[in-house]
């Protein structure tokens, strides 16, 4: 017998209820009635028509190698870093740094079309002519250049002097549009121009002074920003050159915002009493511009500078820390991917290359987050002309090293050579024993990190440790505040893809080879639009790959695609493309394949490498 069960409801709830299922009465199942004839098959249906393929749920892009040149393929390293592209010509710039004599490599991009490299790791269908720049211009003998920028039919090229108390030059040069451009005129800038640009508008030309010191800082000349002005399609004779001067004396106040001052001050190398102010400590390295405002990364400083071009005036921010904590880091070079998270473990952003976007009218600046170290070294010759250990004491030297010579200073260290209070978190998995390491013990053991943070009450013993970069790339508003970082992702998605091979060195196929020291080392990032959307471009100077973001939305900021061009065969020889160095974004309108494109200068390789964008 089957019995029915009824629930307790409200009175018009249960009439309706028990109208609708019958429930009244529990009364005696029914005899099961005669099983009914089995009706005709119906006609079969037609078959449906089969659907397009979806769209790859990756990405609205994929990139494809379409270009690649080696420069000085019997020694390439050094051969090419910095890039540029000039659209009227289809020619791309590079500097050489590897030639016997300073030089920019001028690229002819006319042929390229969008067919893929059959080979990408070997094929090479780009070639080049040298343009050799002076060694000496108006008295002054010059180093290499550092940098190069074009804008229309001009182009600029940073060139510090070989004399480090020297201010360097700008060499402007023209004719772009035949392919052989012409020097016109050396303007002088700060010290040591390591970054030209001009603004979107060209009506200025602006360099990066890093203003480094001598090996044994008895020279330290001041940081700065030069400024070029070019009026009526001319640049001028004369740069105005942006001090950070107001700023000595206010060290303590940058460093509560996140600023990093590390420098031998209060000590005697090599005869002087050493010290640093702020404008000294300060060394510019990258610049995005808008025409009335320019960005500047302070890398060593973990700062931004912020200038007006209306007026010359500037503001310094610091950048703050990154609060490793939260994401996954491998942070031990033992050979295989040993992710972990660690409380009062620290990144300093120390961001290399900057570039910036707009999005409802408001800028947005994207870093590529290195980190930096300071070390100096000077000579300490005896009779005989070699390195000599207690000449080197004698001088006031932090270290001796037999093939770079004396020391002077260094912030750097790991983790496991600083002390800690007895029982804390940080004693448990750096150590401080370095005679008797562990990895499985001491994660974070040989972490490479800065003695200048992390003692906050001068104790000498440090309560967190605060490690070179972020691994990462982040996205600031213009007030320097975090708007996205990619957190992790660089790390673990090549992980996933290369497994132990990650965190490869870029001149050793060795890996896990970089995980104590700065991971993959984003350095390298443009910015540019496909279709309607904004992506962002991060070369990983270590490893070699590509990461892509769609950016659009930099508050809604996604991956998109990760390309790389090496062969990662472990102790293999360095094949394809190493050490991205410098990018530059080319718009489909003025891309000879008619798609666009990301020009890529790989420094380890000598490798130009251009790499097409096409949509979905």
Not at 207 to 234: K, L, Q
Not at 486 to 504: P, Q, Y
């Amino acid at each position: 017998m089957q019995v029915v069960k009824c629930s307790k409801f409200s009175a018009l709830a249960l009439a309706m209820s028990l109208s609708l299922t019958g429930c009244f009465l529990e009364g005696d199942d029914g005899e099961p009635g005669a099983i009914g004839t089995q009706g005709e098959v119906g006609t079969p249906g037609v078959d449906g028509v089969n659907g397009s393929d979806g769209q790859d749920a990756n990405a609205g892009i994929s990139l494809s190698l379409v270009g690649r040149i080696q420069l000085n393929p019997s020694d390439p390293e050094g051969a090419a870093e910095i890039v540029q592209f000039h659209p009227a010509s289809n020619t791309i710039y590079a500097i050489n740094s590897a030639a016997d004599e300073p030089t920019i490599e001028v690229i002819d991009a006319s042929s390229l079309t969008s067919d893929a490299l059959s080979n990408p790791l070997s094929n090479e269908n780009l070639t080049s002519t040298a343009l050799v720049l002076p060694t000496e211009l108006n008295g002054v003998a010059l180093a290499g250049p550092t940098s190069v920028a074009v804008s229309g039919n001009w182009m600029a090229v940073a060139v510090p002097a070989a004399d480090k108390a020297t201010n360097g030059l700008v060499l402007f040069y023209s004719g772009l549009d035949t392919s052989s451009p012409t020097f016109v005129k050396a303007v002088e800038v700060g010290n040591l121009p390591d970054m030209v640009t001009f603004t979107p508008d060209a009506s200025k030309v602006l360099t990066a002074n890093e203003g480094e010191p001598s090996g044994d800082y008895n020279i330290d000349p001041e940081g700065s920003i030069s400024v070029i002005t070019i009026a009526n399609g001319t640049p001028s004779d004369t740069a105005t050159t942006i001090s950070f001067s107001d700023y000595n004396g206010k060290q303590a106040e940058l460093e509560a915002q996140g600023m990093h001052f590390p420098n031998p001050s209060g000590r005697t190398i090599n005869g002087t009493l050493i010290s640093t102010t702020v404008a000294q400590d300060l060394e510019p390295e990258y610049i995005t511009t808008t025409n009335d405002l320019a960005y500047v990364t302070l890398q060593e400083n973990n700062g931004l500078a912020i200038v007006d071009l209306t007026d010359n005036s500037v503001k310094v921010i610091g950048l703050g820390f990154k609060d490793w904590s939260d994401f996954q880091i491998d942070a031990m070079e033992d050979g295989t991917v040993s992710f972990g998270q660690y409380d009062d473990l620290y990144g300093m952003y120390m961001p290399d290359t900057i570039a910036s976007y707009q999005w409802k009218d408001a800028n947005f600046l994207l870093t590529a987050n290195e980190g930096d170290a300071r070390e100096y070294f000077f000579d300490t010759l005896n009779v005989d002309g070699e390195q000599d250990e207690d000449l080197c004491d004698a001088a006031g030297g932090q270290d001796f090293d037999e093939d770079d010579g004396c020391l002077s200073y260094t912030d750097e260290t790991q983790g496991r050579r600083l002390d800690y209070a007895p029982g804390s978190n940080l004693e448990t998995i750096a150590g401080d024993d370095p005679e008797d390491f562990d990895f499985t013990a001491y994660p974070l053991g040989r972490l490479t990190v800065t003695t200048a943070l992390g003692d906050s009450d001068n104790d000498s013993e440090y309560e967190a440790l605060y490690a070179y970069g972020a691994r990462s790339f982040t996205i600031w508003d213009s007030n320097g505040l975090v708007v996205f970082d990619s957190g992790d992702d660089f790390e673990r998605i090549t992980a996933s893809i290369h497994g132990n091979e990650f965190n490869n060195n870029n001149d050793e196929n060795e890996g896990d080879s970089r995980s104590a020291n700065k991971g993959p080392e984003p350095e390298a990032l443009t910015v540019g639009q496909v279709g309607d959307k904004t992506y962002a471009f991060i070369g990983m100077e270590r490893l070699g790959g590509i990461f892509v973001y769609d950016v659009t939305n930099p508050y809604d900021a996604k991956f998109v695609d990760y390309v790389i061009n090496r062969d990662l065969t472990e102790g293999g020889d360095i094949i394809g493309d190493s050490a991205p160095e410098g990018m530059v974004f080319v718009d489909a309108t003025n891309s000879p394949t008619g798609n666009a494109l990301v020009i890529i200068g790989n420094e380890v390789s000598g490798t130009v490498s251009v790499w097409q964008i096409t949509e979905n």
